[in-house]
């Protein structure tokens, strides 16, 4: 069974949701990535979220622009982040890791060198936000075939139809996009999220997890009291980027900061 | 490929039922915007089969725009280059100087049929967002243009014009601040505001069914060129010359002779300084496929993936991707990719401007430096149609910017 399957039947057995840290890979230094990872599982993530740097990053607020671009200085490419799974599975075999990222970078690998890259490096899962189910079934048919999920996303503006078919390919869980916008947007609206998780639970089994305006422990309690699952991300990577901007700091105070939002939100999301 | 081979495709059948070109084109957007793209398309397939819709395109056209627009014998410029017969494709004299208004009259009315309210744009040199701002303007809605700060520096005169117009216009300060960064902000607004905003995008790119429409919009162009072309030359043109960004005016100018096998194609891209420089905006020519603003094709990227910075001396040329419908082209052989450095169009510019009072835009005079070269090669009995896409009046400054002059 993969990593995120027992995971996410681990909590459902427990009643706890999962909450699911983004961080952008080398983002804001390359040498911090790997020990903030450690440190937001340590303070209760229970997957990661690796963003992979794109210099195209369309679906993203003004904040992971920033950590995209950033990334990017230091010559992060998809074999880097690669390469920093790898080095986090040195330590820790149990939590799931997922990319998330955009098409081209994989599409320039090619999709069977990368699916066995991933695989060969610990990655549990793909999200690739420019990649919906009419164009990734050739990608998901290779990751398939070394056990990997395919992520896909359900939006508010999915009908129930595209919602049924999304539901057909997907596997791991489902990423419902809480709000019509970019990363990181202000207009987290909790009772359409409600609506459209009833609808979506009725087509599928799949555990679905939540991303997008989610800012702080009250709004991830929110979210995780509706779905199986909370993904944070602008807060954490706006944090990270502030520290390093602030001044001199050790790249383990910069990945405590971080662990201390996820504590806090792992708090809230655990008290009844 | 052979000319055979080539009798085999039926090139009014694509893109297919997903917005394929062979294996370029799709629709690769995040989901968010899949209902949108269904809707248009589901407008599109509706409206361009309405006669009303057609209609009033026409009509618009004709009255607004300008239609037909001329297709000049360029008697002394052939001449003196002593081979092949040029007519030049006045898309020059349309109102607001370019090819770019046949399209976004045509999405404005598609907005307007869809019952959207507020339109945005995308723009490089500032052509497409004045085009944009123009309809938006008569047809009473809310315009945002969205433009690289870097291109915003370099075009103030087209950012002044949006601006009467009513436009907002928003600088776009990610990425690197040009063409490709104003896209993607454009796209981040659509999915922020997809109820009531409608995108206009400007060239034959984008996520399917963007890269159909804006051809059919476009082939107005040829439709005209060809009956013109029959009518003053009494046969069809031997070759067909257009500059290759985005690729809309070519792609308006080369559909309706696609079928025609003898007639040969030429799409001229950006060498800029050169391919060897590795400065050129020239994907067809020296980058490879991706996946780039919702569709695959042909761009400048490295190794890893990442979009590359671009340069051309035309800022409507200076994009890294290319309609996928010529990615296509390129590939079953069908029209000739080649490319002209800066200092070839700037050569080009200037001489039609002294041998025909023409002044072309730096865009349209890499298809005029191209057409040099090809019409010395040719037969004074042959006849080359070039598209003359827009006016050089925009690029006053860049040009006086090389000659070391200060314009106030």
């Given amino acids: ?272 | 490929m052979s000319s055979s081979e080539q009798q085999s495709i039926d090139f009014a059948a694509l893109p297919d039922s997903r917005g394929h070109f062979g294996p370029y084109g799709g629709r690769f957007v995040s989901e968010t915007l899949m209902y949108a793209l269904d809707e248009l398309q589901e407008a599109y397939s509706k409206l361009s089969q309405d006669a009303a819709f057609q209609a009033e395109f026409d009509q618009d056209l004709a009255h607004y725009v300008g239609r037909p627009s001329p297709l000049y014998f360029a008697e002394r410029w052939s001449r003196e280059l002593g081979g092949a017969q040029i007519y030049l494709k006045r898309e020059d004299l349309n109102h607001t100087g370019a090819h770019k208004v046949n399209n976004t009259i045509g999405q404005a009315l598609l907005a307007k049929y869809m019952g959207k309210k507020r339109i945005i744009a995308e723009t490089g040199a500032g052509q497409h967002g004045v085009a944009s701002a123009t309809v938006a303007a008569r047809m009473g809605l809310e315009c945002v243009v969205f433009m690289g700060a870097e291109d915003i520096q370099r075009q103030a005169l087209n950012v002044y014009r949006m601006k009467l117009l009513g436009a907002e216009v928003v600088s776009v300060t990610s990425g690197s601040r040009t063409l490709k960064d104003a896209m993607n902000e454009a796209m981040r607004d659509w999915v922020t505001n997809v109820d009531n905003t409608y995108y206009i995008i400007g060239t034959v790119a984008g996520p399917h069914p963007y890269p159909q429409l804006v051809r059919d919009f476009q082939s107005v162009i040829g439709r005209e060129a060809r009956r013109q072309c029959l009518d003053q030359v009494g046969r069809l043109p031997d070759a067909l010359v257009a500059c290759v960004g985005g690729g809309s005016n070519a792609i308006g100018l080369f559909y309706p002779f696609l079928a025609d096998e003898k007639v040969k194609m030429y799409g001229v891209e950006a060498a800029g300084y050169g391919l060897d420089s590795g400065q050129h905006a020239a994907p067809l020519n020296a980058g490879r496929a991706g996946v780039l603003h919702g569709n695959r094709t042909y761009l400048m990227e490295d190794d890893d993936g990442q979009i590359i910075p671009t340069h051309s001396v035309s800022a409507g040329l200076d994009y890294p991707g290319v309609g996928p419908e010529h990615a296509w082209l390129k590939d079953v052989g069908r029209v000739a990719y080649p490319a002209v450095t800066d200092e070839q169009a700037l050569a080009a510019f200037r001489e039609l401007t002294l041998v025909e009072g023409i002044m072309p835009a730096l865009e349209s005079s890499h298809a005029l430096a191209y057409t040099r070269d090809l019409a010395a090669k040719m037969s004074p009995k042959e006849v080359i149609v070039v598209n003359l896409s827009g006016r050089g009046d925009k690029d006053i400054h860049t040009v006086a910017d090389i000659d070391g002059i200060t314009l106030s």
Avoid: W
């Fill in chain 1, 1 to 272: 069974m993969s990593r995120i399957d027992s995971r996410l039947e681990l909590l459902a057995q427990q009643g706890r949701k999962a909450l699911i840290p983004y961080i952008v890979a080398g983002d804001p230094l390359t040498e911090v990535t790997v020990p903030t990872m450690h440190a937001m599982v340590h303070a209760g993530a229970d997957i990661i979220e690796l963003g992979v740097p794109f210099s195209d990053p369309m679906a993203e607020g003004p904040v992971i622009q920033l950590a995209h671009e950033r990334a990017l200085a230091h010559k992060v490419s998809l074999r880097s982040v690669l390469a920093m799974v790898k080095e986090f599975r040195l330590q820790d075999q149990e939590t799931p890791v997922v990319l998330m990222g955009y098409a081209n970078p994989v599409e320039v690998m090619g999709y069977q060198p990368f699916a066995q890259q991933a695989s060969d490096a610990g990655v549990d899962g793909v999200l690739i936000v420019d990649l919906p189910p009419e164009e990734g079934s050739e990608l998901n048919a290779k990751l398939q075939q070394v056990g990997i999920h395919m992520i896909f996303l359900i939006a508010p503006t999915t009908t129930v139809d595209r919602a049924r078919s999304i539901c057909d390919v997907a596997s791991g869980y489902l990423y419902y996009v809480s709000l019509k916008g970019v990363t990181g947007a202000g207009h987290l609206d909790v009772s359409s999220v409600q609506d459209k998780l009833a609808d979506i639970r009725g087509l599928t089994e799949l555990p679905i997890c939540v991303g997008f305006g989610i800012r702080d422990a009250m709004s991830a309690k929110r979210i995780a009291s509706l779905a199986d699952g909370a993904v944070v991300g602008s807060v954490l990577v706006d944090k990270m980027a502030q520290l390093v901007k602030s001044g001199s700091m050790s790249h383990d105070e910069i990945a405590s900061h971080v662990a201390a939002i996820i504590a806090d939100m792992r708090q809230a999301m655990d008290r009844p």
